[in-house]
């Protein structure tokens, strides 16, 4: 969360910083701010809002060719003009002579400030991290770098942060603890961001921090050292190319990024299975895990660790284990999983899920399982991550960049590569050559599949908006559908920011049914399973009581007198009005291609990520920057 890029070359620092972050604004969006060192000294810009009304107030003299900047999600004080990055040593430009942006939490900040200001300091926000300036400031050390390992060596908690100093008007010091940081490597130039995208357009050669690591960079070149309280030791951080195309940073002809992430779905599962399908012996091959086929026998259960779309796309990978496996799986917050001081089994295979690859508390889960000796991989999609550098072994999702907050191609990878591993459990032990051979079969259609599901987007337009119109709404579903439940009713949250819960739909006559209502529309996931009776029945029991259902369902399934094709129903199909005066519930039935049944969630949760969107479109929303949230969780 939040974004730092910083410049120091030949070019004016502000134009590229500002293009910086606005390619940065997913991470953090609450105000945004600029510190520039140039001729005149060290000058600062910033403002509560976004990076456009900061770019708009910019005094039109702003020079330096050396600089460094900041989009925020706030964690310490309100989005206020005071509280946006950079922070700075002294109340007024004039004064000061040291400029910090940082990500993370400083967890000792409380102590530090009431420090400072016994001191005498004057302090000029409510953040944590204007004590780090202050703490810069102070030392008197000979070397910028020096100073800056002094101050961290105060610091307990979290941090990716960028620093100039007056004195040093040459270099720029960043370092790293839990909180993502690179350097980009350019021509008489170099780039600081926490996240890929601010670089892509200069450069593609970047080296990635380590936590605990620091780095001087000048115009030539960069220099990293090893933290170990004040002291520094050098260490050897090279340079890598990344393969990554530019173009895919950008929304192009779309309206937004999620729509653009959403009709990329197809091409982007062809990516994640492309020489992973072994139709020879019916599994998966996934030589990043790392562990031969003893290795992966010898697991007797399976725990997957993700957070928000990451912990139910887990429930989905878990139900897949289990059946394809026959191994005990099951997923949780990696939120709450260290906190319980969990028992780590050797012969559990325990599997971290990050889109981003920094999500901190997926991290910190990992860490603590190796701190206890278990065998951790991961599913993430940014090469070189945190989370990618940290596991034992891994799959790659290959979703390309999502900027959207709101998950949708690297969820469906997910749940793809879920299928990948649940497949190469299943053969190393019971699972039918037949059987694998059918599921490669399936997997090998699904991106064909996913686009049929594209295609009946328009027809599907209609139903968002009448649900957009609900202050509530329940998502239910059973078995396979109720991680596909929760997942829609997360995406309808977080970005149409109606109040929507999942419930299995089991449970709801044990409790949830007393809110339903006219007024209380129902999203249901009903596939054709062994599970379909139960589930129609549920959806009496809803129409019984007034409660307007949408079900998504497969193509000729026959709901009964819930069906838009039954004479004697109470639905409309897909679109169509309804008639004035009928006071019987609305049934809306939205239709899906049918896979294999374990493959199914994914084609049932596509329809919910294109509900979501239109919902919001309609209700004239930010889409890809939802209110209060940012792309990737890096603080607790």
Known sequence: MCGIVGYIGTQQAAPLLLEGLTRLEHRGYDSAGVAVLGGSGLRSAKRAGRVRDLGDGLPR????????????????????????????????????????????????????????????????????????????????????????????????GTYGLAVLQADFPDRIVVARNGSPLLVGVGEREMHVASDLAALVRYTTTVAHLDDGELAVVTAGGFTTYRLGGPELSATDRPAEQVDVDPAAFEAGEHVSFMRKEMLEQPARAEAVLRGRLDTRFGTGHLGGLNLDARELRAFRRVVILGCGSAYYVGQMGATLIEELARVPAHAEAASEFRYRNPIIEPDTLYVAVSQSGETVDTLLAVQEIQRKGGRVIGLVNVVGSAIARQVDGGVYLHAGPEVAVASTKALTNMFLAFALLALQLGRVRDLSIADGQRLIAALADLPDRIEQVLAREEQWVPVAKRLAQAESLFFIGRVRGFPVAREGAQKFKEISYRHAEAYQTSELKHGPLALVSPEVPTVAIVPDDELLERNITALQQIAARGGPLVVVTHEGVDLGDLDPSSSTGPARSAGSGGSAGDARPEVTRLDVPRSERELDPILLTIPLQLLAFHAAEHLGLDIDKPRNLAKSVTVE
């Open 61 to 156: 003299r702003f020079a330096g060719k050396a600089g460094i900047g900041h989009t925020r999600w706030a964690t310490h004080g309100p989005a206020t003009d005071a509280n946006a990055h950079p922070h700075l040593d002294a109340v007024s430009d004039a004064a000061a002579r040291v400029a910090v942006v940082h990500n993370g939490i400083i967890d000792n900040a409380a102590a530090l400030r009431a420090e400072l200001a016994d001191a005498g300091v004057e302090l000029a926000s409510d953040t944590d991290t204007e004590v780090i300036a202050h703490l810069v400031a102070a030392s008197r050390a000979a070397t910028p770098e020096a100073r800056v390992a002094e101050a961290l060596a105060r610091i307990e």
